[in-house]
């Protein structure tokens, strides 16, 4: 089993819309969410991070924790192209405060 | 990118040669991590350094050799890779090894032949 795992795309939406992006995990202990945007060929960019269960909300990204369900999810208001893009989701492990453990990304493609 | 730099961008290697990837970080952090980052695989965390010293090996061949001279620098030496080595390494940083916004530079992309 995965630990962290996300449907690997392409999610198609149209410019405008809200995108939902969505990752589950295995470790149950899992204390921290990090959601990371990598263009092609380029390195992952920190978007967002959260802690406890709810809402967190920056700008036009949202994201969502639900520990019981071990589920996290990124929301993407008023999508533009320039959104396009690999998300990664990432979580640390327990025991090991450094470790980050990543999902395999959701490419999300911006329609015009 | 210029909060984490990293060199070279690219590099072609031979199976029986040896190089080293050098990462530096502008930001003032005392945590640096390598990372691997193959062709539909996430990304693998291979080394982890905290105040200079290695906090984290994640079963990593012997054949990549990390070195962090001082929080700011860190060094991953390579020799007799394999072609399944050639991937995009990529160095990060955080304020500490238990802060967990890890900052990542723009990546090395290595290629074995």
């Known amino acids: 089993q995965k630990e962290v795992e996300q449907n690997s795309g392409p999610l198609s939406v149209p410019e405008g819309a809200i995108a939902s992006l969505n990752c589950t995990y295995s470790?149950?202990?899992?204390?921290?969410f990090f959601w990371y945007r990598q263009y092609s060929g380029k390195s992952p960019e920190l978007i967002m991070s959260?802690?406890?269960?709810g809402d967190k909300e920056d700008g036009r990204f949202t994201a969502q924790l639900n520990k019981a369900s071990q589920y996290v999810s990124l929301l993407i208001r008023d999508s533009q192209p320039s959104d396009s893009a690999t998300y990664l989701c990432?979580?640390?492990?327990?025991?090991?405060?450094?470790?980050?453990?990543f999902g395999t990304g959701t490419r999300l493609q911006v329609t015009l | 990118e210029t909060g984490v730099t990293q060199t070279p961008r690219h590099l072609v290697m031979g199976m029986t040669n040896k190089k080293s990837l050098k990462c530096e970080q502008h930001?003032?952090?005392?945590?640096m991590y390598w990372y691997k980052q193959s062709a539909k695989k996430p990304l693998e965390l291979m080394f982890v350094y905290n105040f200079k010293e290695q906090t984290e090996n994640n079963s990593v061949p012997s054949r990549f050799s990390p070195e962090c001279p001082n929080s700011s620098h860190l060094f991953l030496h390579l020799h007799t890779l394999q072609p399944e080595d050639s991937a995009l390494y990529l160095c990060?940083?955080?304020?500490?090894?238990?802060?967990?916004?890890?900052?990542f530079g723009p990546g090395t992309r290595l290629t074995v032949t």
């Open positions: 990432a979580v640390t492990s327990r025991g090991t405060a450094s470790k980050l453990t």
């Open positions: 959260i802690y406890s269960n």
């Open positions: 990060a940083s955080s304020p500490t090894g238990f802060s967990y916004e890890q900052y």
């Open positions: 470790d149950r202990g899992s204390q921290s």
């Open positions: 930001l003032g952090h005392n945590a």
